[in-house]
């Protein structure tokens, strides 16, 4: 064998371990890609869910003051919108110590149309029954609207200063 005919063997053989080490480099390293992919998803279904972020809290509805002196009328209102998506006859429910304290609501039986505005006033007359320090508490709602209580307080003020005369 000649010198020549031996390097070209040893070329030949040093070509193929290249190729040979080259080639299992990369079923290696495919191999381990694989093997992540299956530890995350293997992490992923044996980790306990996390708990879903708390729902922000619905904001506080502001209660409505009917605020007037004793036999004076006292009106709030408020608007709500229609959106259930279908016409309704929105007609405000007071609770039952508003309305026996003579509470009314307008208008009544009102026909929204979906995505419609509408407006309702409540009305009340706080009596000289009614203590200055002490509010009635109570609620309005419009049950096609939702669940959603308004709260509404009755209240007396103390009757208007009268005003002095000037002298000249």
Known sequence: MSNTQLKDIIGQAMRLNMKYYSGLFDVTKDYLKALQGLAEQGVAQDTPAKPAPPQPA?????????????????????????????????????????????????????????????????????????????????????RPFGDRDIPVVLRRLPPAAKAKAKTP
């Open 58 to 142: 619905a904001p506080a509805i502001q209660p409505l003051i009917l605020a007037a002196p004793a036999g004076k009328v006292a009106t709030a209102s408020f608007a709500v919108t229609n959106s259930t998506g279908q016409e309704v006859a929105a007609d405000p429910e007071l609770s039952e110590n508003l309305k026996a304290a003579g509470v009314k609501a307008e208008p009544t039986g009102r026909m929204v149309g979906k995505g419609e505005d509408v407006v309702f006033t409540l009305k009340g007359k706080p009596t000289g029954k009614m203590k200055l320090d002490q509010d009635l508490h109570g609620t309005v709602s419009i």
